[in-house]
């Protein structure tokens, strides 16, 4: 049974890219390491521990290998060690221009040089010892203060950003990590930049860019002029203050940011909680008793949905539909089936949940839409009466939004989905990111990216980013932080050996599966 995970941390993950832009890599054959990766994949990738000793000292494991880098006193380098031992202990350096020094503690000497050429042998810091940390993980998330609880949001009215939301509800919570030039950007959900005087700007200037520092597993933003980010004054308004070194005020946690939506009924209006704990179609505004925070779970593929007033969907006697639940069980679980632009949900009892004629919803159709029956058409071909099928009703359906994507980042099993240079079509093995703009379509989605073209399928199966007009692609989400994207054409979006994006898939699996 899935258990309750709204606000969970993110385990960082990273690369390391040397002075030569090129990417510190674990090698499972003999535990090697080189500096040869050009781009940023699973052998590139580490995860930052904390000493056990309570020292300044850390640790680097391979998430790859699960196995940790060691120094020895004679310089040579591996990852083979399955404990930690004396020799795994580094210090990070930062440096004036956001890359890390790893000094080894106990033997004091640089970690540096290129290719299969690595050593911890340097008495002194030249550029092949420097390392540019980039960040593994999705970029886009929620950002929660440390020292007050209380979660990052854009606020349009005083524009800034503030920490002050005691959830990460709406869209204005989100926050993408730009990576750019060895630095990282903070950008709202309305594609402004946050400068370190907080102010936000729609250009990512000098300013707008900070070095990223850890602390005990938590994040620091340092800005150019080495002072930090942190929350200042009653408001909480999000600007570097006077310290030059990370204390609590100035440490946050990245947290995943779980699908929030809106629901809408075949009354055309939206699925809410608003007049009490039934959970009813009778609203004509989306606001926040409209949201609802979707997850799914990743063995069984079903969803729950959580409400802002605190409770999730659960399914009660009768087959009514209350938003009362305070823990995921299986009466709060739903399977959700996909119908072209509209959603079916079937609840624990194995019944469909659909629209009542009050508008309140209930588990109680056995299938979607009435069952086929004979209707006259009232035209007669060889003396008998023809009859065809009715269409089937639409109260077990819904149209379902995504509300708290308004920039959009992809990444699937080979990387991330990004432009390719020189042409209209699209990488999707990329270790950088591009940024694209979504508007909803009556339950589907265009997609918009650079210079404001639109996403269009071409032939056989190409996908490009220079559309005048605007192709409706289907968002189906899948698994858990997962979609799978239908193009026109019926087939699902996938990256494949070419590392260009195509729409020939047949099934939303695999490399049809994308990190949003």
């Known amino acids: 049974m899935p258990t309750n995970g709204l606000h969970q941390v993110l385990k960082i993950q990273f690369g390391l890219v040397?002075?030569?832009?090129?990417?510190?890599?674990?090698?499972?054959?003999?535990?090697?390491?080189?500096?040869s990766a050009p781009s940023l994949k699973r052998k590139q990738t580490w995860v930052?521990?904390?000493?056990?000793?309570?020292?300044?000292?850390?640790?680097?494991?391979?998430?790859?290998?699960?196995?940790?880098?060691?120094?020895?006193?004679?310089?040579?380098?591996?990852?083979?060690?399955?404990?930690?031992?004396?020799?795994?202990?580094?210090?990070?350096?930062?440096?004036?221009?956001?890359?890390?020094?790893?000094?080894?503690?106990?033997?004091?000497?640089?970690?540096?040089?290129?290719?299969?050429?690595?050593?911890?042998?340097?008495?002194?810091?030249?550029?092949?010892?420097?390392?540019?940390?980039?960040?593994a993980i999705h970029p886009q998330a929620h950002l929660l203060s440390v020292s007050r609880r209380r979660y990052v949001h854009l606020c349009p009215r005083e524009d800034e950003m503030a920490a002050d939301g005691d959830k990460p509800w709406g869209v204005d919570a989100l926050l993408t990590l730009i990576f750019r030039s060895r630095r990282y950007c903070l950008k709202s959900c309305d594609s402004r930049y946050l400068r370190s005087d907080g102010r936000l700007v729609w250009e990512p200037e000098p300013r707008a860019c900070y070095t990223l520092e850890f602390k005990a597993g938590k994040l620091a933003f340092k800005d150019c002029d080495g002072h930090y980010l942190a929350p200042v004054g009653p408001a909480g308004t999000l600007k570097a203050g006077r310290n030059t070194r990370p204390g609590k005020d100035e440490l946050f946690d990245l947290e995943e940011s779980h699908p929030q939506v809106v629901l809408v009924a075949a009354n055309h209006r939206y699925v809410s909680v608003r007049q009490g704990v039934n959970v009813s179609a009778n609203q004509d505004d989306e606001l926040d008793h409209e949201t609802f925070l979707m997850q799914i779970d990743q063995e069984t593929k079903k969803c729950t949905f959580y409400s802002s007033t605190g409770g999730y969907w659960t399914l009660v006697t009768h087959g009514g539909i209350h938003a009362t639940a305070t823990q995921v069980s299986a009466n709060t679980m739903f399977e959700m089936e996909w119908r072209g632009r509209r959603v079916a949900l079937k609840a624990s009892n194995g019944r469909y949940v659909c629209m009542k004629k009050n508008g309140q919803l209930a588990a109680i159709s056995d299938f979607v839409g009435p069952p086929p029956r004979p209707a006259w058409t009232g035209k007669v071909a060889g003396g008998a009466a023809q009859q065809t099928l009715s269409p089937p009703g639409k109260d077990e359906e819904f149209t379902l939004k995504l509300i708290n994507r308004p920039i959009l980042v992809l990444r699937g099993l080979d990387g991330f989905v990004c432009h390719h240079r020189g042409s209209n079509q699209l990488d999707t093995n990329r270790s950088v990111y591009d940024v694209f703009h979504l508007s909803f379509s009556d339950g589907a989605y265009r997609i918009r990216g650079r210079d404001g073209g639109f996403w269009y399928t071409g032939s056989h199966g190409s996908v490009c980013s220079d559309g005048e007009?605007?192709?409706?692609?289907?968002?189906?989400?899948?698994?858990?932080?997962?979609?799978?994207?239908?193009?026109?054409?019926?087939?699902?979006?996938?990256?494949?050996?070419?590392?260009?994006?195509?729409?020939?898939?047949?099934?939303?699996?695999?490399t049809a599966l994308w990190e949003y």
Do not use: M
Request: proline share 5%; hydrophobic share 35%; glycine share 10%.
């Open 48 to 135: 930052l521990e904390p000493d056990p000793g309570q020292g300044t000292a850390v640790l680097l494991r391979s998430s790859h290998l699960g196995r940790y880098l060691s120094a020895e006193e004679d310089g040579r380098v591996a990852c083979e060690a399955e404990q930690p031992g004396r020799d795994c202990r580094f210090l990070v350096l930062p440096q004036p221009d956001g890359r890390w020094v790893l000094r080894s503690e106990p033997h004091g000497r640089f970690f540096g040089g290129t290719e299969d050429q690595l050593s911890c042998f340097a008495t002194a810091v030249s550029p092949a010892e420097l390392w540019t940390v980039h960040l």
């Open 18 to 35: 040397n002075d030569t832009d090129r990417y510190l890599t674990a090698e499972s054959f003999g535990f090697k390491v080189n500096a």
């Open 469 to 510: 007009r605007a192709e409706d692609f289907v968002f189906e989400f899948r698994e858990r932080g997962r979609l799978a994207i239908r193009a026109r054409s019926g087939k699902y979006l996938r990256g494949g050996a070419s590392g260009l994006l195509r729409a020939d898939a047949d099934a939303p699996a695999g």
